[in-house]
């Protein structure tokens, strides 16, 4: 499990949880493009899942990005297709992350 401050992401076998108040799950077999957005009383984070081309064809790109008071800041994994079937473990072991207080609410 990762913890962003107060803000939780649950890495499972076959999806992801960003849990703040309220629960969004996200199925790595039916992620195509999509743009989840979720609002808290200060202000708003998006995540965007992508399944990018290019050089690194069917990678998984996740960005979580804050905008408040026009500053935003954002963050991004890329997981290779073989690596989003492995365990909870092996995702992590992928994961870079800041540990800023930008996501303080």
Known sequence: ML??????????????????????VINYNEIE???YTYRTTKSTFSIMLNRVGGILPGW???????????FQKAYAIRLKPEEIEKTPKALKDKI???KSSVFDD
């Open 96 to 98: 870079i992350f800041n």
């Open 33 to 35: 493009k999509c743009w």
């Open 3 to 24: 913890i962003w401050n107060s803000k939780k992401v649950i890495f499972e076998e076959d999806k992801l949880i960003i849990n703040k108040r309220k629960k969004i």
């Open 60 to 70: 998984l790109m996740i960005n979580l990005s804050k905008n408040h008071k026009g």
